[in-house]
């Protein structure tokens, strides 16, 4: 059953065991870019690199928010994401949601800090995407 928006110790606490889970995730998908792409300019490897990671975050991020609104991190702190009228996530919104976060996390996190000021404590990313986190019990 869902209840109410969880508190932001546990959102910070399952951040920090997302980044864990992500940095493994990207130990991983580095292997193949970096056998393809030998011989290719320092200068064009690195962005190339940059973007993929990105892209293989995104991937990871959609498809978990898409099937069941969790991912690993978020079923341990029993956390849920759901779209703003309580329903599944869109596809949409789910890539909306995700590129927000990281402008949100590149502007000095002001995108995290919004819950302080938000009245439900949602994130910025999660109004402006029109979902929102749940604690799931």
């Given at each position: 059953m869902l209840t109410d928006t969880p508190s932001l110790k546990r959102r910070f606490a399952c951040m920090v065991y997302e980044a864990l889970v992500l940095l493994a995730l990207w130990i991983v998908a580095a292997f193949p870019f970096v056998g393809l792409s030998r011989g290719l300019d320092p200068g064009l490897a690195r962005p190339l690199l940059q973007a993929y990671m990105?892209?293989?975050?995104?991937?990871?991020?959609?498809?978990?928010?898409?099937?069941?609104?969790?991912?690993?991190?978020?079923?341990?702190?029993?956390?849920?994401?759901?779209a703003a009228d309580g329903g599944p996530v869109g596809l949409r919104q789910a890539w909306l949601r995700y590129a927000l976060a990281w402008l949100g996390l590149a502007?000095?996190?002001?995108?995290?800090?919004?819950?302080?000021?938000?009245?439900?404590?949602?994130?910025?990313h999660d109004r402006l995407a029109g979902t929102r986190l749940r604690r799931a019990e």
């Amino acid at each position: 059953m869902l209840t109410d928006t969880p508190s932001l110790k546990r959102r910070f606490a399952c951040m920090v065991y997302e980044a864990l889970v992500l940095l493994a995730l990207w130990i991983v998908a580095a292997f193949p870019f970096v056998g393809l792409s030998r011989g290719l300019d320092p200068g064009l490897a690195r962005p190339l690199l940059q973007a993929y990671m990105l892209v293989v975050a995104g991937l990871y991020f959609v498809w978990f928010w898409r099937h069941g609104g969790q991912t690993l991190p978020m079923k341990t702190w029993r956390i849920r994401l759901l779209a703003a009228d309580g329903g599944p996530v869109g596809l949409r919104q789910a890539w909306l949601r995700y590129a927000l976060a990281w402008l949100g996390l590149a502007a000095f996190g002001l995108g995290v800090l919004w819950a302080l000021l938000d009245p439900e404590r949602q994130f910025l990313h999660d109004r402006l995407a029109g979902t929102r986190l749940r604690r799931a019990e």
